[in-house]
Every structure is written in C-alpha cells, then in structure tokens.
C-alpha cells in the first residue's frame, strides 16, 4: 500500500492561511509565526542591551572610585572614597587637601568622620562645602566652595586638592571646572569637558542637569555682556543669586553685602 503523497493537503491549491508567500518590506518570506520570533528575538537583544549598559553605568558610577588625576592643573577628581581608599589616594598622588562636597551630618556623619580622621592622620588639610546635585546650587552654597578654593590657591602646599562628592560625576564636575576656569586659567569650553559623559559618568539629563545648567547661565550672561569678562566667581558674586527660599543674603567674601 502506497500513502498518500499529500495526506494533509499542505500543497493544494488552498494553503493554510497562516502561511504568507507574498515577499514583505524585510525583503524575505515570512510566515507569520516566523515573523514573530524575530520580532521577539529582536526585542529580546535590544532589552538585554539596555539592561546591560543600565547595570553597567550603576556598576561604575556607584561601585567605583571614579577617580581622575590631572597633574598639570594640581587636582584629583573621585567618588566618595572609604578609609583605606583615601589613603592610599593621598600617598599616590601626593594630595595635600581634600574638599569635600557631601554633607556631614545624618547618613554622610560616618564616612565624613572617617574621612576626617584620615586626614588628620595624614596631615592633610580637609575643606567641607556642602552642595546638592539635583538642583542648581545657591548662593551660599557656592560661596563655601570659593572659600575653600580660595584658600587652596593660596597656598601651593595645599596642593594638590581631591575634590569629591557622593559619585564624582555631578557636584564633582562642576566645581573641577570652577577650578580649571577661574584658578587654572582653562576656557570655559576646556573646563565644561570637567561634565562629561565619558570618562566621568556626568548625566546632563534630568536633575543632576542642573550643574551645566549653572555654567550655561554664566555662559549667556558672557554672551550678552562681552565687555565684563568676569570670572565665575565674579559673576556668582555680582548676578547670581539662586538661594534657599527664606534665606537671608550673607556677606560676600569680602564682606559686602550684594543684592540683585
């Protein structure tokens, strides 16, 4: 006995309809079960690309010291570092200060204790100039950290400075670019480099955007008054008054009042 040679009938004249023989926009023949598992093998390697990438920013940015030298301008940029890790940052690169960013007090008392000890211990001269990363700074916050560079500028035994926050990207970079414009010279296109994606990890998006945010509004205010060329800390002082709501204006640096 001979079977039949088409016993479902798959090759007559009525295919099933979940077969598709017509050549679609990809350019191949597709049924439509085939169809969807490209779709969803597609899906599947553009997600896992982004899970990836999403865990390693998270990997770096928060697992790691973040740590940056730059010899020439006399400062070293990092992560919050523990204990052991400041150290043996200090022996390395032969920091003579550090300027912290973070606060000290609640969830920031212990490593901002252990932080101080260390530098105690080592000789090394500790700034603390508290800034927030999610908004733009006010004024008095800004005024602490010229205080601090200020001082280190002064006195070439200061340096050079580790300058860190929680990450080292965000409150990190700005204040690195304070310090390459306005104490280094730098341009400011040279030093807005300091809020850099790569190697940094800086996110310009969202709220952590509000630190180039602050360089972009010295940035216009030089555009639309060419003849002042005043440096950041000059403009912060004259026309740059961001400030807690309820919060008095305090006396600038040189003990002058100013006023919008």
């Not at 997600?47 to 973040?66: D, E, K, M, P, S």
Request: with cysteine.
């Amino acid at each position: 006995m001979v079977a039949p040679s088409d016993p479902k009938g798959i090759n007559t004249a009525s295919s099933p309809g979940s077969i598709d023989r017509a050549i679609d926009s990809w350019g191949f023949v597709f049924n439509k079960q085939q169809k969807r598992r490209v779709v969803l093998a597609l899906a599947f390697f553009v997600g896992g690309g982004i899970v990836i990438f999403a865990l390693a920013f998270l990997l770096i940015r928060l697992g790691g010291n973040n740590l940056h030298a730059n010899d020439n301008a006399g400062f070293v940029r990092s992560a919050e570092l523990d204990g052991p890790a400041l150290a043996d940052a200090i022996a390395v690169h032969k920091i003579r200060s550090v300027l912290r960013l973070v606060g000290t007090e609640g969830s920031d008392a212990q490593s901002y204790q252990s932080e101080r000890e260390v530098c105690e211990k080592l000789g090394v001269r500790h700034f603390v100039a508290k800034m927030a990363a999610t908004r733009l700074p006010y004024r008095s916050e800004i005024q602490e950290v010229f205080l601090a560079l200020d001082a280190i500028e002064l006195d070439p035994n200061l340096q050079p400075v580790l300058i860190h926050c929680s990450a080292g990207s965000d409150r990190t970079g700005l204040v690195s670019a304070i310090w390459l414009h306005d104490y280094r010279g730098a341009s400011l296109e040279t030093a807005r480099q300091q809020l850099a994606w790569v190697p940094y990890m800086h996110v310009s998006m969202g709220a952590a955007g509000a630190m180039g945010d602050f360089l972009d509004q010295y940035e216009s205010f030089l555009k639309a008054n060419p003849r002042q060329n005043l440096l950041i800390k000059d403009w912060v002082k004259q026309h740059y008054f961001e400030e807690k709501p309820g919060r008095q204006t305090k006396p600038w640096l040189d003990g002058n009042v100013y006023r919008p």
